[in-house]
């Protein structure tokens, strides 16, 4: 979930809770001060702090209800995630937004565990807490399982018990230090530090996890598979003959560039295109870059894509659209590409200062898409990897996707044969490219995955490196669909 949807998120629960505090603040002040205690003289007290706590839990409830349901649409899937699977996601993408997901989960469940106990005295106890938010978590998971709102996660479990433990230790402190003030402690320090023992786990964990990953030599591969297909599940034949020898490949690294670097390039690309006197539109994601001029008036904004991954901006690559009325129509004039080829789509990216260097396989992809591409090219003092995709729409360029690595040799490292590869998707260790796993399939389906072909290819890790790994080509219940497995041998 993308921060600005986080925002909208807080945005729904505060009206829904500004919502719940005016109706109780009505139901107290007319229902209960006025009807029951002055009209009807009844001496039964509900206290402000009464009150307020009823109020706060509730509009916590809401919350929770709210975070959990808003904004889902229906799931024609039911699922159990086993557990630990979102955090091995989180560590082979390593991508902010899956570890602060995982965060929010713990915080959803801290209000859980520092509210009940404030009035509720049998449930001032870690292990009774505990258990209620475990209870708690279940049941929403069952609903969310059974209207096909969510997938059932064991990870949601283990997250929410644990938030409710923390709040339930931050309760533990609050009520030591106002007990201090009062001058009348009535709980040992032992007993408050053991109480933090589920943040302390929480807080070591993610240490030992910087830790692990800051001394790898490599970065993590978000092509690993996180947790795997039931034997039950699918079904794997293949006529192609597999490779069982192992061999030592090379590895190359990347450019990277931070923010400042990926916003000056957008600058510098968008400013070649004198594209001025336009509403310009910059927005800053976790892995890239985006910058458009949106002209008032005109149909779609042209935008220059900086794409990157992992916080790092890795690469340096870039995708430039040209797509709104003005500005097309007359390049459509001006540099018209009569009969697309090799020389004639280099002489119009020139003309947007767009060099193409030399070593290059030149390939007509098919629908209006043509490429450039380079196998491992020398380049200065590099190589050069990856391609060069353009798109020729009614004779003239309409987007060009810069997807070459400029990339600097590192060493060559031992990979798994092709044999063994595919030995991991008869094991059901893999990953479906561009499936999300998490959907699954639906209760009856079953899958059936002709390989057809094996290549060996390269892509970023998290630390910038091109790591190899095998594609395989398949034919998945009738439909194409590659299955990419990691190649190198982890260090």
């Not at 998120?9 to 001060?33: E, M, N, P, Q």
């Not at 929010?104 to 005295?121: E, T």
């Not at 004639?344 to 767009?354: Q, W």
């Not at 070593?359 to 043509?370: A, P, Q, R, S, T």
Request: proline residues 3%.
């Amino acid at each position: 979930m993308r921060f600005d949807n986080l925002v909208l998120l807080a945005k729904s629960c505060i009206k829904i809770s500004l919502c719940i505090i005016i109706v109780f603040s009505v139901l107290y002040s007319v229902g209960y001060l006025l009807l029951y205690r002055t009209i009807f003289k009844r001496k039964k007290v509900i206290t402000v702090s009464t009150f307020i706590w009823v109020t706060m839990v509730c509009c916590y409830l809401a919350s929770v209800l709210v975070a959990v349901f808003s904004g889902r649409g229906s799931i024609n899937v039911r699922k159990i995630r086993p557990l630990f699977s979102s955090y091995k996601e989180a560590w082979h993408t390593w991508s902010f937004t899956d570890w602060r997901n995982i965060v929010l989960n713990y915080c959803l469940f801290v209000p859980f565990g520092f509210l009940l106990p404030v009035r509720v005295k049998p449930l001032r106890n870690m292990l009774r807490i505990g258990l209620l938010a475990l209870l708690f978590s279940f049941t929403v998971e069952c609903v969310q399982l059974l209207l096909k709102t969510g997938v059932f996660e064991m990870d949601d479990l283990l997250g929410n018990t644990l938030g409710a433990l923390v709040g339930y230790g931050c309760y533990g402190f609050v009520s030591y230090i106002v007990a201090l003030f009062r001058k009348k402690p009535d709980l040992k320090v032992s007993r408050i530090i053991l109480l933090q023992i589920p943040l302390f786990v929480i807080m070591l964990g993610y240490a030992g996890m910087l830790l692990i990953y800051n001394t790898k030599q490599f970065g993590n591969n978000k092509n690993s598979f996180y947790y795997g297909y039931d034997p039950d599940e699918f079904n794997v034949t293949s006529d192609y003959k597999l490779s069982d020898t192992k061999q030592l490949c090379p590895l190359y690294k990347t450019e990277v560039l931070s923010l400042n670097e990926a916003l000056e390039l957008c600058e510098k690309k968008m400013n070649v295109l004198e594209w001025t006197g336009h509403e310009k539109i910059k927005e800053i994601f976790e892995d890239h870059v985006y910058v458009c001029y949106s002209p008032k008036g005109s149909g779609e904004p042209a935008g220059l894509h900086i794409n990157s991954c992992n916080s790092q901006y890795r690469g340096g690559l870039y995708r430039c659209n040209i797509t709104f009325g003005a500005l097309w129509n007359k390049l459509k004039e001006e540099m018209k590409i009569e009969n697309p080829d090799d020389c004639s789509i280099k002489e119009a990216l020139a003309g947007y200062g767009e060099i193409i260097p030399d070593g290059y396989v030149f390939k007509n992809m098919g629908h209006e898409k043509y490429a450039y591409m380079y196998d491992f090219v020398q380049y200065d003092n590099g190589y050069l990897y990856g391609s060069y995709i353009c798109t020729i729409v009614s004779n003239t360029l309409r987007s060009y996707d810069n997807s070459v690595y400029k990339c600097t040799y590192v060493g060559k490292y031992p990979i798994i044969s092709e044999k063994e590869a595919f030995m991991q998707i008869v094991n059901g260790r893999f990953r479906l490219k561009g499936e999300n796993i998490a959907k699954g399939l639906s209760n009856d389906e079953r899958l059936n995955i002709n390989i057809t072909g094996c290549v060996l290819e390269y892509e970023p890790d998290s630390k910038g490196y091109l790591q190899p790994q095998y594609r395989f080509s398949c034919i998945i219940n009738g439909q194409n669909k590659d299955v990419l497995i990691p190649a190198l041998i982890d260090r």
